[in-house]
């Protein structure tokens, strides 16, 4: 029993409220408590845990987080094979699930078969659990959530007995999803997304961003023929279809991706005007650094250095060609001709300057050289070649 206060013309009246507890009770599951475990075969099974209460006992000793399982619904199991038992809520489910399975079918002598909160590799902590059974024998499987502050939920439960049945989602015409057969899923209509493909997030439908920055919840296909941008599994509110635009004059507007691209515009995924700067470092003719935008740098023959980028000191000086000599690689003697030897230098050159080098050789190096020899302390010039593609010759007897 609790009171309430209730406005009655102009002043207040206390009044009795009668709980209606017969009204949550409604609300719960039909397979809430373990007297009254719905019998499933194997297959895929629709359940919800949703206002369960919670009737199983914990397991602290070998079950994962302390063995709790609570808001749990309950199911009748008859093995049809010798083997393991596969149970699993695995991507299939849209809350944290825990799964027990139960050796025999007595509610008062529940004898612990297995335990498993978080399976390996399925997503939103949804479960999967295996156990060895006998073919024949009975098997309570007890279904509940992580602990009892965390939410309630629902979505569908594999039961498999033997080696794991080849099943997928499977994206139904009406755009829901449903964990099937790839044979049954055709024969339904559907398109299978291939074996172990979770429904969680649905692949079936999901949020497509249409190209005037609308959102809309449709099929991948759907939003295909509209020319949208598709999210599978995401709703509307979970995505934005418009983000900041940089424009060539500098200014920033908030459009969808198809009207930037289409307005020869940078789109920045995400970002806002606030947040973003649509000028940067223009690198002018003259070496001068000014910030502007990439319309204006144009406009002047600059260099434009990208959006955000700042005039830093060196950033606009030309260094131009600056070529390194290493070795000479190799020596061709051509013989004297009138008391004149010619010699061919190969050389290693390297241009580490931030201009290309024109080379005059037919695209090769052809580099001006001069001989010396050291006589009496003094450096003399006993050869030299005049330029590219010539030889460097000298006279023997200097």
């Known amino acids: 029993m609790e009171s309430c206060m209730c406005r009655v013309r102009g002043g207040f009246a206390v009044v009795a409220a009668v709980m209606l507890l017969a009204s949550s009770a409604f609300a719960q599951p039909a397979n809430d408590d373990c007297a009254d475990a719905i019998v499933i075969g194997d297959g895929v099974h629709f359940y919800t845990n949703i206002d ?30 010798t083997d393991d038992l596969t149970v699993s809520t695995c991507g299939t489910v849209d809350y944290d699930s825990d799964i027990v399975i139960y050796d025999g079918c007595d509610c008062n002598n529940l004898v612990l078969l297995g335990c498993n909160d978080d399976g390996p590799g399925c997503s939103g902590f949804s479960s999967e659990l295996t156990v060895p059974v006998v073919a024949g024998n009975c098997y309570l499987i007890r279904i509940g959530k992580y602990e009892a502050g965390f939410s309630d939920g629902s979505g569908t439960v594999l039961v498999q007995c033997g080696p794991p049945a080849p099943v997928g989602a499977c994206c139904l015409p009406d755009d829901s ?28 439908s999901g949020a497509c961003c249409a190209t005037d920055g609308s959102c809309v919840t449709v099929s991948e296909a759907e939003c295909a023929s509209a020319n949208g941008t598709y999210d599978a599994g995401a709703d509307c509110q979970s995505v934005s279809c418009t983000a900041a635009c940089c424009q060539s004059d500098g200014s920033c507007t908030i459009v969808s991706e198809f009207q930037c691209t289409t307005s020869g515009g940078q789109y920045n995924e995400g970002a806002d005007c606030q947040s973003l700067d649509c000028t940067g470092a223009c690198c002018l003719p003259n070496d001068a650094c000014i910030v502007t935008s990439p319309l204006s740098c144009a406009q002047q023959n600059g260099q434009y250095n990208g959006n955000g980028s700042p005039c830093t000191p060196d950033l606009c000086l030309t260094i131009g060609p600056d070529i390194v000599y290493t070795d000479i690689d190799g020596i061709a003697d051509y013989g004297p001709v009138g008391g004149i030897k010619a010699y061919s230098l190969g050389s ?28 009496d302390g003094q450096l003399m010039q006993i050869g030299m070649s005049c330029g590219s593609g010539q030889r460097l010759r000298w006279r023997p007897n200097l």
């Open 52 to 81: 369960a209460t919670t009737d199983g006992p914990e397991h602290p000793i070998g079950c994962q987080f302390g063995g709790r399982t609570p808001s749990d619904v309950w199911f009748q199991y008859t093995a049809t094979c």
């Open 177 to 204: 999803c449903s964990q099937m057969l790839d044979g049954d899923c055709t024969g339904a209509g559907g398109v299978f997304q291939g074996v172990g493909a979770p429904c969680l997030p649905n692949p079936c």
């Open 348 to 375: 290693d050159t390297c241009n580490i300057g931030d201009e290309n080098m024109l080379w005059t050789n037919n695209g090769t190096p052809g580099l001006a050289m001069n001989m010396y020899r050291l006589h």
